[in-house]
């Protein structure tokens, strides 16, 4: 009941495609829901995050829609870069502070 | 640079031996926690301090892991009589606590190998 589902696995776009990154979650105590970009060998960093009473969050070409009673959120990319190819993680906060993360998914975005 | 900040950032050690690793929050966070990655999945949360106090700990934690923060700064994480399944990439992370701000920031991270 803890898990947090991410999809796709991996994803490959064009340069200004938008690519989006789905997770859904069980548990309704999760109260903050965050997404990070990992660089290989690096630490993850904090991209946007939402809390369950806003359904949509645009930070510049970030934006993350929150469907609460599906329990599902994603992560949409606006105008994606090179630069963007990384590994992002959605995550889902439990009271207390302890995140639960999804499994993942590798972005590609081709020149 | 006022982030959080990890040593070692690699480690390598022999089966069997101690390893001690340290983490610097984020000047004035109250929370610190410890995560472990291994390759191609998502950080997997080990334990967390509010202040010096432990608040919680994963049932990944085993008896050989330990994790301190004496003083309410910085924490350090120590696996006694390491094993190759310890090998990953250990995780700090750091946020303000309060009650408006759900922000955990990481560092960097220390990669063991145990061999």
């Known amino acids: 009941q803890q898990q947090v589902k991410q999809s796709p696995q991996s994803l490959i776009v064009q340069k200004g495609g938008i690519p989006i990154i789905n997770c859904a979650y069980e548990?309704?105590?999760?109260?903050?829901f965050p997404w990070y970009q990992q660089f290989p060998g690096k630490g993850p960093a904090l991209l946007i995050a939402i809390r369950p009473d806003v359904s949509e969050k645009k930070e510049g070409r970030f934006t993350i829609s929150f469907n609460k009673s599906a329990k599902q959120f994603s992560l949409h990319i606006m105008d994606s870069q090179p630069g963007d190819s990384a590994t992002y993680f959605c995550?889902?906060?439990?009271?207390?502070?302890?995140?639960?993360f999804g499994q993942g998914t590798e972005l590609s975005v081709k020149p | 640079d006022t982030g959080v900040s990890q040593n070692p950032r690699h480690k390598i050690t022999k089966r069997g031996q101690n390893v001690t690793f340290r983490c610097d929050p984020i000047s004035e966070h109250n929370r610190l926690y410890w995560y472990r990655q291994t390759l191609g999945q998502g950080p997997e949360f080990l334990t967390y301090?509010?202040?010096?106090?432990?608040?919680?700990k994963s049932r990944l934690l085993s008896d050989r892991f330990s994790a301190e923060r004496p003083k309410g700064s910085f924490s350090t994480l120590e696996i006694q009589r390491t094993e190759q399944g310890d090998s990953a990439m250990y995780l700090c992370a750091s946020s303000p606590g309060t009650f408006t701000s759900n922000e955990q920031f990481f560092g960097p991270g220390t990669r063991l190998t145990v061999l």
């Open positions: 995550a889902s906060k439990l009271q207390g502070g302890k995140l639960i």
């Open positions: 301090f509010q202040n010096e106090a432990q608040l919680e």
């Open positions: 548990n309704t105590a999760f109260d903050y």
